[in-house]
């Protein structure tokens, strides 16, 4: 602490006590670790022995035994409390200007979908913008990291999947770790991956699928390398026992769908939310969904596990990330006012058009999933030696 803080901290708690005021509002600096005593010795030494004569210095070491030295130390304790005052205020009054979603993958993306049917109420809300910028590429690194670089001022946050949890295993040299990068703040749902392939294949069931990876090499598409549709892939086609798979990342999901649509690709394994509009209209087949029961949505659409691929599930969920050094009480924030734009009638409404369905954890619980998952990740990509560039 400078010496100019020094003296304006008990100076003001001086003046306090002599006006007989009954608190007082220091805007300080938060890097302040002095006590208040400290404070105010080094204050009555400089008022009062300034040049270091002894009868300045005899007159501070009077002051500083006196009542009056009492009064001004519960003062200056005051005014040094009152200093961490603006870090609580922030979390109360954020935002003061726009806010930055990073989405990391492309627009018209699974998470992109259901990240700007949250943000819009969430902007509302808070009474700013929230400007998403899209950032795909590298199965959610690219964007991920720009986020872990960020301020943790909450003023830039993380649109994300459960994607991040394989960040571990299929990015090793990523420029963060998952675990101590990012803190969570909230699920904006979980939402099934449904393996879809195009009708001109004339494949009609997941046994198809699976018999013809046995006999022939088979071509699947996905979001990126690591990503959820990557991901759910290979769990499938590892417990199907292909006997040879191609795999064709881009940077996005409905670019993955496109490769599928048009036959080039075999089959893609997007969240639900990407792949419903092409689903319904014919052009895409569903074979199965990859969560243990089956969906809301496509409840006619049997799951991996009840085809008889054992180990094949897969759960594909959302959330919002900060940097990992974002106070609690900006996280508390943030978490309270996505839990009231989630529990709006028109975002359910949307959600369940979706496939979406809710998943309540608190950010503790959120941040404990996501510890869990990397580990199970990791241990999967392991057992099936899984190897990526």
Same mark, same amino acid.
Request: cysteine-free; glycine content about 8%; hydrophobic content about 45%.
């Given at each position: 602490?400078?010496?100019?803080?020094?003296?304006?901290?008990?100076?003001?708690?001086?003046?306090?006590?002599?006006?007989?005021?009954?608190?007082?509002?220091?805007?300080?600096?938060?890097?302040?670790?002095?006590?208040?005593?400290?404070?105010?010795?080094? /204050?009555?030494?400089?008022?009062?022995?300034?040049?270091?004569?002894?009868?300045?210095?005899?007159?501070?070491?009077?002051?500083?035994?006196?009542?009056?030295?009492?009064?001004?130390?519960?003062?200056?304790?005051?005014?040094?409390?009152?200093?961490?005052?603006?870090?609580?205020?922030?979390?109360?009054?954020?935002?003061?200007?726009?806010?930055?979603?990073?989405?990391?993958?492309?627009?018209?993306?699974?998470?992109?979908?259901?990240?700007?049917?949250?943000?819009?109420?969430?902007?509302?809300?808070?009474?700013?913008?929230?400007?998403?910028?899209?950032?795909?590429?590298?199965?959610?690194?690219?964007?991920?990291?720009?986020?872990?670089?960020?301020?943790?001022?909450?003023?830039?946050?993380?649109?994300?999947?459960?994607?991040?949890?394989?960040?571990?295993?299929?990015?090793?040299?990523?420029?963060?770790?998952?675990?101590?990068? /990012?803190?969570?703040?909230?699920?904006?749902?979980?939402?099934?991956?449904?393996?879809?392939?195009?009708?001109?294949?004339?494949?009609?069931?997941?046994?198809?699928?699976?018999?013809?990876?046995?006999?022939?090499?088979?071509?699947?598409?996905?979001?990126?390398?690591?990503?959820?549709?990557?991901?759910?892939?290979?769990?499938?086609?590892?417990?199907?026992?292909?006997?040879?798979?191609?795999?064709?990342?881009?940077?996005?999901?409905?670019?993955?769908?496109?490769?599928?649509?048009?036959?080039?690709?075999?089959?893609?394994?997007?969240?639900?939310?990407?792949?419903?509009?092409?689903?319904?209209?014919?052009?895409?087949?569903?074979?199965?969904?990859?969560?243990?029961?089956?969906?809301?949505?496509?409840?006619?659409?049997?799951?991996?596990?009840?085809?008889?691929?054992?180990?094949?599930?897969?759960?594909?969920?959302?959330?919002?990330?900060?940097?990992?050094?974002?106070?609690?009480?900006?996280?508390?924030?943030?978490?309270?006012?996505?839990?009231?734009?989630?529990?709006?009638?028109?975002?359910?409404?949307?959600?369940?058009?979706?496939?979406?369905?809710?998943?309540?954890?608190?950010?503790?619980?959120?941040?404990?999933?996501?510890?869990?998952?990397?580990?199970?990740?990791?241990?999967?990509?392991?057992?099936?030696?899984?190897? /990526?560039?």
């Amino acid at each position: 602490m400078s010496h100019a803080g020094t003296r304006l901290a008990a100076d003001l708690a001086y003046r306090g006590m002599k006006a007989g005021a009954t608190g007082v509002v220091l805007m300080a600096p938060y890097h302040w670790r002095s006590g208040p005593k400290a404070i105010l010795d080094h /204050f009555i030494t400089g008022i009062l022995a300034p040049h270091g004569s002894d009868a300045e210095s005899e007159g501070a070491a009077r002051m500083k035994t006196s009542s009056t030295y009492r009064r001004l130390l519960r003062f200056a304790a005051a005014a040094i409390a009152m200093a961490t005052v603006p870090a609580l205020t922030s979390a109360q009054s954020l935002p003061l200007k726009p806010i930055r979603a990073i989405v990391p993958f492309s627009v018209g993306s699974s998470i992109d979908i259901i990240s700007r049917i949250v943000l819009e109420p969430l902007s509302a809300q808070l009474g700013q913008p929230i400007v998403v910028e899209n950032r795909g590429g590298a199965g959610g690194t690219i964007g991920a990291s720009l986020v872990a670089q960020a301020e943790p001022d909450g003023y830039t946050i993380l649109i994300h999947a459960s994607a991040l949890t394989l960040t571990p295993a299929v990015y090793p040299k990523a420029p963060f770790s998952t675990e101590k990068a /990012f803190a969570a703040v909230a699920s904006l749902g979980s939402i099934p991956n449904v393996i879809v392939i195009s009708p001109k294949k004339g494949i009609r069931t997941i046994q198809e699928l699976a018999a013809a990876g046995r006999k022939r090499s088979v071509s699947f598409s996905s979001a990126g390398v690591g990503s959820a549709s990557h991901w759910a892939a290979e769990r499938f086609r590892l417990s199907a026992g292909f006997v040879d798979a191609v795999h064709v990342p881009f940077k996005g999901g409905p670019e993955a769908i496109t490769e599928v649509i048009t036959a080039r690709v075999d089959f893609v394994a997007p969240g639900l939310s990407v792949s419903l509009p092409y689903i319904r209209d014919g052009r895409l087949l569903a074979l199965a969904v990859s969560t243990p029961k089956r969906s809301s949505a496509l409840p006619e659409v049997p799951t991996t596990l009840e085809a008889g691929f054992r180990d094949s599930d897969y759960t594909f969920w959302n959330g919002v990330f900060v940097p990992a050094k974002t106070p609690r009480p900006i996280i508390e924030r943030l978490y309270r006012e996505l839990q009231k734009a989630l529990a709006l009638p028109g975002v359910k409404e949307k959600f369940a058009t979706q496939g979406i369905e809710p998943m309540p954890v608190s950010p503790a619980e959120f941040d404990a999933l996501v510890r869990r998952e990397v580990a199970s990740n990791l241990a999967v990509a392991k057992a099936a030696k899984l190897k /990526f560039d």
